[in-house]
């Protein structure tokens, strides 16, 4: 299998796709810097245990975020909301849109403001794996709210059909 026939292959898992944000804080002050704050876009994002809540993000070695992740501890996942497609382009680097940018903080750990769930993790394991690492985290506070989420499909952006009436999304 090589790189390309494996991004065309496991291209077809359609997937939501996540902003991984990370930052130092000093953990008494609870201080919430948002130029201490480093995002990513990130689709490979797993439910790995419901008990103890646990979920993975894999993170390529090349990318900033790895050692971020390795320094501080801790990370958020934000699940992005239909409309966050210039977000998720902005956070992989592809496009520059700082000004879309807005960190809502939650017990010391940013997030994206407008996205669907937000989860705060606290790294329990990294795994080596190939040019990624696996960061396993704890979910230490959840939140979520309804609505449209974006979907990754063969490397593009797509929109999810949901039925009328909100109470029928689950
Ligand atoms: P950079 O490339 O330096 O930063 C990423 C971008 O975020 C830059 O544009 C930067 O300006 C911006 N940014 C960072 N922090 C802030 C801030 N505080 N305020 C405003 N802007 C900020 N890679 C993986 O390793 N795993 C995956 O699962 C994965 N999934 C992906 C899914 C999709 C749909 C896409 C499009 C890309 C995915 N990538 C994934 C690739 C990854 O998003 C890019 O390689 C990314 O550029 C790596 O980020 P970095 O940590 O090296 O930091
Ligand atoms: P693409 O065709 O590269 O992605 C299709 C699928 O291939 C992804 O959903 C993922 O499952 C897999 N994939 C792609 N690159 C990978 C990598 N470096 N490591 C592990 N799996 C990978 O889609 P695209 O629109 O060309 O992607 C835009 C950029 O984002 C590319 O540079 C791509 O490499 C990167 N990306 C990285 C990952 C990842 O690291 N896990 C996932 C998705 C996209």
Redesign the pocket.
Known sequence: ATPLR??KA??R?A?GVTIVTTAEVDDGAQSCDDAAVHGMT???FTSVSLDPPLVLV?I?TRAKMDARIAETGRYGVSILAGDQEPLSLHF?GATHKPDLVKFVWRQGVPLLDGALVHLSCRVTDSHPAG??TLHVGRVEELWYDDGRPLV?YT?SFRALELPERPEQWG
């Open positions: 494996m991004r496991l291209g898992f997937s990130a689709n490979a894999s390529s992989a040019d990624h990754f490397g």
